[in-house]
């Protein structure tokens, strides 16, 4: 994939997905709307896969690109998600990583939808395969979405709320791996561990126990933050010299919130962008 250098990068949005996880989009379809909406650099951040990268172009200019995935983990039990960015996807450790996810997150559907069936609730594993694109990876939003073109519930929070939400009748867990294995994966293949919407953590204060696992960065700019928030997570970056991140976590239309170019990154921001994806580029040549 070749990708030509211009500076400075003033729009970017480091947190996308695409259909090969639980997005709308097809890469190039992303790649095609980040060139006509002109932003500098983006990132694809599907769950737990890189193979979105499989099918972008070999020539995106002036586009920019940085290698990213948004892997799932735990602490405490708690989940966590840490986006891997400018990572070797070659190397072992993140194959097998990947791998994993995808074996478990299958067998995970395949309890959930016996879970179903004993509620008297009526879908396939066939049926949830066909939504979840190329890479055949489930997550649960493809199981509300057969719940909802079945007819069993009017809209895909319904599902989560009655059905397959966090200790609903038809929840399953997906094997995790805990931060500090996560982190030292990433580290491993070459790549930055950034933890993704900080705001959203169980405790706030794990914030300052992944700091101490050597994470290098927060996605400071979310949109589930608030300004406090945002404040907050820009100070512990430049306390602690982390990086700072902003994406939009955009995953299709349909979803109103979080939205292709809405990403506000202050100065701050896009200054430790520029030094991260100036950094990668040096890596990567």
Not at 135 to 143: A, D, K, N, Q, T
């Amino acid at each position: 994939m070749i990708v030509k250098e211009i500076d400075p990068i003033k729009r970017i949005n480091l947190h996308l997905h695409t259909n090969v996880s639980d997005g709308v989009l097809s890469p190039l379809e992303l790649i095609r709307r980040s060139q006509q909406i002109g932003l500098d650099l983006i990132s694809i951040t599907d769950h737990d896969t890189f193979d979105a990268y499989k099918q972008l172009p070999e020539d995106v200019s002036p586009l920019r690109i940085i290698p990213g995935i948004e892997i799932s983990s735990h602490h405490e039990g708690d989940d966590v998600h840490i986006l891997a960015y400018g990572y070797d996807r070659h190397h072992q450790q993140m194959k097998e990583l990947t791998e994993m996810y995808l074996a478990g997150r299958r067998e995970r559907a395949i309890r959930m939808i016996s879970k179903l069936r004993e509620l008297g609730v009526e879908i396939t594993l066939e049926e949830v395969v066909k939504v979840a694109g190329s890479r055949e990876l489930i997550v649960r939003p493809h199981i509300a979405q057969i719940l909802v073109n079945r007819g069993y519930v009017s809209s895909k929070n319904e599902a989560f709320d009655k059905y397959i939400g966090n200790n609903k009748p038809a929840y399953s867990a997906k094997p995790e791996v805990g931060v500090q294995e996560v982190v030292k994966i990433i580290h491993a293949a070459g790549g930055l561990a950034i933890v993704a919407h900080p705001g959203k953590l169980t405790k706030p204060a794990y914030v300052d126990e992944f700091v101490a696992m050597g994470i290098d960065g927060l996605e400071v700019w979310h949109p589930d933050h608030y300004k406090f928030e945002v404040d907050e997570f820009t100070n512990i970056c430049l306390k602690n010299g982390l990086y700072m991140t902003a994406g939009s976590d955009f995953h299709g239309e349909q979803d109103r919130h979080n939205l292709f170019d809405g990403v506000p990154a202050s100065e701050e921001v896009l200054a430790s962008v520029n030094r991260m994806w100036r950094e990668y580029s040096c890596r990567a040549v």
